[in-house]
């Protein structure tokens, strides 16, 4: 493969091997002798190489790819990438027989993370995430979306979604930016949660989204976190700022919040071990996506595994995502997940793809921008040298992306 670096607006892709991945990976999806045409950050045609139409007249720079295979750029769609602070002492002491749930009550938890993340300062913060961010590139990822919630009071949250919007201005990547305020009940209002959701509705995030910090709203609901009716007031504010809504849901068990949450329109409900059939009819009828997280399901030792049948028979499309935190799932590692979805839950390599990409596209509300290398589309494209896009789920440690393209320049 070569290319030259260039300012031009035109950016001729050849001799590719294409997953555009708007049709899963059938043999007939896949274009082979493929090419595509990138003018001002954005697909204008992509296709066989010889039915390419007549070119631009200006100058265009051209990539030779070798036979190599041309992907849309992974999403990441589940991240709680902005902290400070190290837990690696829960991880022993959950390898020693004490339960997530234990540790939480102990005091520590979410928690320990927010007072690491209270005392750090906004440049900490930034230093910290952008090297785990920088690694997420490095696997293929293009778009991360980043969740506040290890802050709760209004300082910490708007200096940990300040971080997510320096990084994508930063980094090339795109950043979704959630606020999960209702993450846990802050040590300041031990006891009185009820309190602690009307300053999250009241005061936090009306402030936060008149600062253009937040695209989407998230709730902890669980039985360690939040109820289904003070769920239901987080997501009644967010919707009245015209904010889009998500939930963590069912992960350690079924309180319902996957029903609450897509009856009321939420883009995506998370983690899901727990998930009942009446959830995924809600979520069948309402559009919602289910996010899948195997790394904290094998972080976590968990044995309980989401009802995975269940959701092919409702059209329930799946997402996957790292869910990269300090506590639960402490890996960077998208490729790694696509592994896990399929040797931990079941899923078809197909699924595990469209996981990455236009499944968790749909998560974030963003299928129009990325996901798939369709006409009009963000040129958001990874090339990698594998014979199969199967390659990418059954081999871990080997594959690495041979280039990483965001908005029509190599960066990578």
Known sequence: MTHQDSTHSAVLLLNANIAPMDSGIAPESFIHNGAVLIENGLISWVGKEDEMPSLPTEEIRKIDFQG??????????????????????????????????EIAEQGGGILS??????????????????????????????TIEIKS?????????????QVAKRLSESLSVNISKTYLGAHAIPPEFKGRADEYIAMVCQEVMPRLAEAGLIDAVDVFCENIGFNLEQTKAVFEQAKALGLAIKGHTEQLSAMGGSELAANMGALSVDHLEYLQESDIKAMSQQGTIATLLP??????RETQLPPIQLLRQYNVPMAIATDFNPGSSPIASLPLMLNMACTLFGMTVEEALQGVTINAAKALGMENQVGTLEVGKQADIVCWDISHPRDLVYEYGVASPKMVMHKGKVVL
């Open 68 to 101: 190599q295979w041309l992907m849309p750029g992974f999403i990441d769609c589940h991240t709680h990438l902005v902290f400070a602070g190290n837990r690696s002492n829960e991880f022993e002491k959950r390898l020693n027989g004490i339960s997530y749930k």
């Open 113 to 142: 993370t927010v007072n690491a993340t209270r005392a750090a300062s906004e440049d900490d913060l930034y230093t910290l995430a952008k090297k785990r961010a920088s690694a997420m590139l490095k696997n293929g990822v293009t």
């Open 149 to 161: 919630g290890y802050g709760l009071d209004y300082e910490t949250e708007k200096r940990v979604l």
């Open 295 to 300: 790394g904290a399901f094998y972080y976590l």
